[in-house]
T-cell receptor, first 114, second 109 residues
């Protein structure tokens, strides 16, 4: 099994629908992140969480919300999806306790809003 | 905010050739990392390299933090090296990563 698992892998949804993207990890990392990737724009941070009780907005949080249900689970919700939220979404984890700040990414969720 | 800039934006190589990708970053960037995104979209962490040099097989990376740049070397390139290479850094120790725009590499057989 992958260290960081994202579900679903692909999703097509209609404008105005609520949708949740899920992320779970088996690495035991405290820190989790949601990024969005658009062609030509690299990856941009949506939300991040440094532990279960900590939620922080990233650079493009408008239109999104998150929930950190447990150390291993971090979900991203689009309350009312719109077409410009069509993108590739990545979850990532990190754990600096060992002095290594390297990130591990999930395989991504390709979301299309029609 | 912090700045992370990569060059070149794209690169085409013949299989077997060597290449160097560059990442320039602003003063306050820490925790420099290199990632490879394969043609299927998967992001793989290649190096966590805040300073110094590391090697992993045909890939190596060097970060000179005092001069605010990092280099990724690919030797004897293979078609499986194709994809987009990103560098990323954070503004403070352990902070959230900010990504460069990437270098798209295509290795031709």
């Amino acid at each position: 099994d992958a260290d960081v698992t994202q579900t679903p892998r692909n999703r097509i949804t209609k404008t105005g629908k609520r949708i949740m993207l899920e992320c779970s990890q088996t690495k035991g990392h405290d820190r989790m992140y949601w990024y969005r990737q658009d062609p030509g724009l690299g990856l941009r941070l949506i939300y991040y969480s440094f532990d279960v009780k900590d939620i922080n907005k990233g650079e493009i949080s408008d239109g999104y919300s998150v929930s950190r249900q447990a150390q291993a689970k971090f979900s991203l919700s689009l309350e009312s999806a719109i077409p410009n939220q069509t993108a590739l979404y990545f979850c990532a984890t990190s754990d600096p306790k060992q002095g290594n700040y390297g990130y591990t990414f999930g395989s991504g969720t390709r979301l299309t809003v029609v | 905010g912090i700045q992370v800039e990569q060059s070149p934006p794209d690169l085409i190589l013949q299989e077997g050739a060597n290449s160097t990708l560059r990442c320039n970053f602003s003063d306050s960037v820490n925790n420099l990392q290199w990632f490879h995104q394969n043609p299927w979209g998967q992001l793989i962490n290649l190096f966590y390299i805040p300073s110094g040099t590391k090697q992993n097989g045909r890939l190596s990376a060097t970060t000179v933090a005092t001069e605010r740049y990092s280099l990724l070397y690919i030797s004897s390139s293979q078609t499986t090296d194709s994809g987009v290479y990103f560098c990323a850094g954070s503004e403070n120790q352990g902070g959230k990563l900010i990504f460069g725009q990437g270098t798209e590499l295509s290795v031709k057989p």
